[in-house]
Nanobody, 111 residues
Framework: QVQLVESGGGLVQPGGSLRLSCAAS????????MGWYRQAPGKQRELVAT???????TYADSVKGRFTISRDNAENMVYLQMNNLKPEDTAVYYC?????WGQGTQVTVSS
């Protein structure tokens, strides 16, 4: 059983930055694609960014140029650096690997 634990969410003003972290309980980060998703109130969960085992990354159009996904294979960690945050980025952010999901971390962008 794989456990994914997100952290790093919080309240930030528009234009600010946050770095989300996802800790995996076993060594899946280096072997499988990992992703970050988000779900805003009343909306469906959407893909934010992915990173393959080879290090290739993809991003939703809405976050391109502002968010960066990365990983640390030795530490079984996946990160999401979020810059120039906007109110529409407000959501619960989830880490995903294989069929496993974390519990989510709340990101609120508000002045």
């Amino acid at each position: 059983q794989v456990q994914l634990v997100e952290s790093g969410g919080g309240l930030v003003q528009p234009g600010g930055s946050l770095r989300l972290s996802c800790a995996a309980s076993v060594s899946i980060v280096s072997r499988y694609a990992m992703g970050w998703y988000r779900q805003a109130p009343g909306k469906q969960r959407e893909l934010v960014a992915t990173i393959t085992s080879a290090g290739r990354t993809t991003y939703a159009d809405s976050v391109k140029g502002r968010f960066t996904i990365s990983r640390d294979n030795a530490e079984n960690m996946v990160y999401l650096q979020m810059n120039n945050l906007k109110p529409e980025d407000t959501a619960v952010y989830y880490c995903n690997g294989l069929q496993f999901w974390g519990q989510g971390t709340q990101v609120t962008v508000s002045s």
